[in-house]
C-alpha cells in the first residue's frame, strides 16, 4: 500500500513553469513505478509521464521537451517539472504508482493521489 499526496499547482501565465511534487508514504517506494497523469472535466484521463523504479522514463507526445519527471526515493517524492507551459495545459494532474513495468493506461495503476489543479491562462 502507498499513499500519494500531490502540491505544486496554481495559476501561471502561458510561457511560465511550475513544479507538482507527489510524496508517497508506505514502505518500498523506490521499488514502485511513479506516473503522472491529467484530467479536463468531461474528458478521460489521460498519461503525461512515469518513471520506473530504474529510472527509465517515458513521456507523452504532448509534453515532451517541455516537461521533466524525476524522482527523489530518499524523500519518497517525484516531480513534474513544466516549463513553457500553454493553455491546453490546464488540467487537474495526479499522480500515480503501480510495480513492474511502466504503463500509460490509468487502469494499470491502483493507487492515486488526490490531484492538484494547473491552470495557464493570461
Known amino acids: 500500500q502507498v499513499q500519494l499526496v500531490e502540491s505544486g499547482g496554481g495559476l501561471v501565465q502561458p510561457g511560465g513553469s511550475l513544479t507538482l511534487s507527489c510524496a508517497a508514504s508506505?514502505?518500498?517506494?523506490?521499488?514502485?513505478?511513479m506516473g503522472w497523469f491529467r484530467q479536463v472535466p468531461g474528458k478521460e484521463r489521460t498519461f503525461v509521464a512515469a518513471?520506473?523504479?530504474?529510472?527509465?522514463?517515458t513521456y507523452a507526445d504532448s509534453v515532451k521537451g517541455r516537461f521533466t519527471i524525476s524522482r527523489d526515493n530518499a524523500k519518497r517524492t517525484v516531480y513534474l517539472q513544466m516549463n513553457s507551459l500553454k493553455p491546453e495545459d490546464t488540467a487537474v494532474y495526479s499522480c500515480?504508482?503501480?510495480?513492474?513495468?511502466?504503463?500509460?493506461?490509468?487502469?494499470?495503476?491502483?493507487?492515486w493521489g488526490q490531484g492538484t489543479q494547473v491552470t495557464v491562462s493570461s
Open positions: 500515480a504508482a503501480r510495480r513492474l513495468a511502466i504503463t500509460t493506461t490509468p487502469d494499470g495503476y491502483p493507487y
Open positions: 518513471i520506473s523504479a530504474s529510472g527509465g522514463i
Open positions: 508506505g514502505r518500498m517506494f523506490s521499488a514502485y513505478i
